[in-house]
């Protein structure tokens, strides 16, 4: 089977080059748009092309300024064997005066400049040898930032005024734009899908959860903040989110970028965004079409949970040393202060379960969650915020809001040996956390067993919970104005 020789020896027996202005948008047909929150997307859109037998020149604007040229995808939706891409170009970078000095490079130009002394305005000319100017998607050579340019025989390095260049033709491009050599095995009007990933386009979640005075139950809402900063706006475009860790290769960012997005936060619409489980990642559609105009920062409400159950947990971890994050092997078993630190701060936590009781129960996308409680006057006050991981419903969300103001921890090594052989050690800890507070608390103490991966507790004066193969965990009961003192005993085997 030779099906792609057919198509290159129907494209070259073809006599007729027909140069076709831009594709018009099909009747009814916005762009589709799928946002990754690894700020990139995938932009699909339907056009109407005319398209003679053979070869044809078409022109498609509309694109983004960071797309990627190597991900376009044409196809006719009713014939998709019937169209082929001969030739691509894309045009990425938009009008300005360094992309005319760039297309003027080798050619005499006018500047005009004010005369410092009578305040008038001239007209000087100069060969412009290099514009300083780089396209978007090109490397930066060497002094690239830098304009060249010959004036009455010398030369300068910088503009000797603002560029004046000749009206520009009919067939200038002023947008992103894509130019196709295609061959069609028919003429006429030809509705075909364009697809291609761009970055620019990004989402992220956000929470806000409101506290009440007393207690720990919780509002919450969930917003979708949509940027676009691709150079392009989309208008009425269908919507879907993508949330998980897409494998992407990032291409070479380009080296003009575009400024500051300014802020928009419109009402959300009234139906909720609506969430499916796609491949091993999760879905989000949004309810109506929307335009994201370039530079725009958007917002749209995606959840909400009322009277939500959670807990306030306090922890004290002296060592804070992550499950296996930092670990020096040798140096745990030849140093006896190895894992003595003594942090006193002690961490507020709060933790809640995504289910349908607690009026949540949909995938929670990775984002910040800013925490507020109510004050004795009724005002809002901010308390903390932390990051929510992916979580599937069912699973528990812990965040961390700060340190407890009037908790205590410390702790110390009481006794370290290592036995002749050097088959194992004993290692002994007191750990004291002490309550300001005019109430009782319950704080959650953990230990690390740092050492060796063999360990075992010989005794203890509380009961613990093995929360992982090297951690510990005591819940204990500390009375107001009062301290609690916990002992325990490991032993390592190597």
Not at 90 to 115: C, H, T, W
Not at 192 to 213: C, D, K, R
Not at 225 to 247: H, I, P, R, Y
Not at 423 to 432: G, L, M, P, Q
Request: charged letters at 25%; a neutral charge.
């Amino acid at each position: 089977m030779t099906p792609c020789r057919s198509v290159v020896a129907a494209a070259s027996a073809a006599l007729t080059l027909v140069i076709l202005p831009g594709a018009a948008r099909a009747d009814g047909e916005g762009p589709q748009i799928t946002i990754y929150n690894q700020d990139f997307a995938l932009v699909r859109m339907v056009r109407s092309l005319r398209l003679k037998v053979g070869e044809s020149e078409v022109r498609v604007g509309g694109v983004t300024a960071m797309l990627e040229p190597d991900s376009v995808v044409l196809r006719d939706r009713k014939d998709p064997k019937g169209i082929r891409i001969l030739e691509q170009n894309y045009e990425g970078d938009p009008l300005s005066p360094g992309f005319m000095l760039r297309r003027n490079e080798g050619k005499v130009v006018a500047f005009q400049s004010i005369n410092p002394a009578t305040g008038k305005k001239e007209i000087v000319s100069g060969r412009v040898i290099r514009s300083g100017y780089a396209p978007q998607q090109a490397e930066m050579p060497a002094g690239g930032l830098t304009p060249i340019v010959e004036v009455d025989g010398k030369i300068q390095f910088s503009l000797p005024g603002e560029p004046l260049f000749e009206a520009l033709g009919a067939d200038a491009i002023l947008e992103p734009t894509l130019l196709w050599r295609l061959w069609s095995d028919r003429a006429g009007e030809r509705d075909v899908e364009i697809s291609y990933l761009t970055s620019g386009i990004g989402w992220q979640a956000t929470y806000n959860a409101v506290a009440p005075e007393k207690g720990d139950r919780f509002d919450l809402v969930g917003w979708i903040t949509l940027t676009n900063q691709s150079g392009t706006e989309f208008k009425d475009a269908g919507l879907k989110l993508m949330a998980g860790e897409v494998s992407k290769i990032q291409p070479r960012r380009a080296l003009v970028m575009l400024g500051e997005a300014a802020m928009k936060a419109p009402s959300a619409p009234p139906p909720q965004v609506t969430e499916k489980a796609f491949d091993e990642y999760h879905l989000y559609t949004l309810p109506r079409p929307t335009t994201l105009r370039d530079r725009e920062v958007k917002q749209v409400e995606f959840c909400r949970g009322t009277d939500v159950p959670a807990e306030r947990l306090y922890v004290y971890d002296g060592a804070q040393m992550g499950t296996y994050g930092g670990w020096d092997v040798e140096m745990a078993r030849s140093r006896p202060d190895y894992g003595t630190e003594s942090n006193t701060k002690v961490f507020t936590m709060l933790e809640f379960i995504n289910n349908k009781a607690s009026g949540l129960g949909i995938p929670l996308p990775r984002g910040t969650m800013k925490i507020y409680r109510v004050d004795t006057d009724g005002a809002r006050q901010f308390v903390g915020e932390n990051v929510v991981d992916h979580t599937p419903a069912g699973e528990k969300v812990r965040l961390y809001l700060g340190n407890a103001f009037d908790l205590v921890g410390e702790r110390r090594q009481t006794n370290y040996r290592v036995d002749a052989g050097k088959e194992n050690a004993d290692e002994s800890f007191e750990i004291k956390v002490r309550n300001h507070k005019k109430e009782p608390v319950e704080i959650r103490v953990v230990e690390h067993l740092v050492r060796w991966a063999t360990w075992k507790i010989v005794t203890s004066s509380d009961p613990y919970e093995k929360t992982d193969s090297r951690t510990i965990e005591f819940r204990v009961k500390v009375p107001p104005e009062g301290e609690k003192i916990l002992t325990y005993q490991a032993r390592y085997s190597w």
